[in-house]
């Protein structure tokens, strides 16, 4: 495999319990008529209740302390798991955190933002800017005071955050073993990309026929670059990080626009019957900003027919269920 030997030379601390599970989900697949369902349990990573970014801030946080950083910087919405995963490995690695967060400061600390507290991020509220505007000021104060801050950007989506994904895909092939090739389809939800674009540079070199579906959880904004033209600069960069000689063009990309509905975290009635039929038939929790929006669009293609009934689909589970608690009077209506 062309990419995996400097895969393997990249700066890496260790932070999350790896390889995730993966389990079968037959009550739901039973439920829905459907294609066998395997889930790829990213919720259990094992960082301060786990999730995705765990898999990127294994390679950000190793770079950081190569570069001799003494406190990372990054930032999100008010409820975001990639700030509390942040704020997890900043602490395991006896670094400094401050985090941009958007929006006001509430009256009460709850989900997400509560961990983070107790992890003992420093909190900066950035009010409309939810993506991380606030990081680059936020690290010149620090220059100025004598740190030295390691950006983590929006999600932890750059190359070196977007490796944990192509690791990420390895280890699933090598768990599936010669069942990899009965996958037909891979559905997550995406929003910074760079789980994205990870899962298809990791797609290259094992050769796997497997269609990579991200389901899209947060409106386009005019004026910005779009999620799709943005994940594939992005996997172009991994792979040109990797050493790997791939280009990625439109074609390779599926990206589902369709399932976003009122726009980020605003919870409907799709996302309210995935979160609560994963629930019932399978004992596992969804989040409701993205993961739960993701299965509620799954659920979609497959009774819509698009994912047929002799299909194999992995739902990639990538975590998010503390901010349940922060949702509790739109979940259970
Ligand atoms: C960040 C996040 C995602 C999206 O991953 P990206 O790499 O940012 O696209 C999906 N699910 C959960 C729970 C997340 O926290």
Sequence with gaps: MADTAILDRMARKRL?????PVVPLPALSKHLGGPAIL??????????????KTRKLEFLLGDAIAKGADVVVT?????????????????????GCHLALGGEEPAALNGNLLLGRLLGATIHWSGARRKGEDIPAICDRLRASGRKPYIIPYGGSNAIGAAGFVEAMRELTLQLGPEA???????FASSSGGTHAGLMVGKVPGGLGTRLV?????????GEMTLGEHILDLAGATATLLGLDHTFAGADLILRDDYVGAGYGVI?????EA???????????????????AMG????????????????????HTGGSPALFAHAGELVI
């Design 297 to 316: 669009g799954l659920i979609d293609l497959i009774r819509n027919g698009e994912i047929g009934p002799r299909d194999t689909v992995l739902f990639w």
């Design 214 to 222: 991200g389901i899209n959880i947060d409106k386009e904004e005019s």
């Design 181 to 187: 090739d009965r996958v037909s389809h891979i559905v």
């Design 39 to 52: 889930m790829k349990r990213d919720d259990q990573t094992g960082l301060a209740l786990g999730g995705n």
């Design 75 to 95: 930032g999100g919405a008010a409820q975001s798991n990639h700030c509390r995963q942040t704020a997890a490995a900043a602490a395991v690695c006896g670094l």
């Design 268 to 272: 409907g009635d799709r996302e309210r």
């Design 275 to 293: 979160i609560s039929l994963t629930a019932r038939l399978e004992g596992i929790l969804l989040d409701p900003v993205y993961t739960g929006r």
């Design 16 to 20: 999350g319990f790896l390889p995730t």
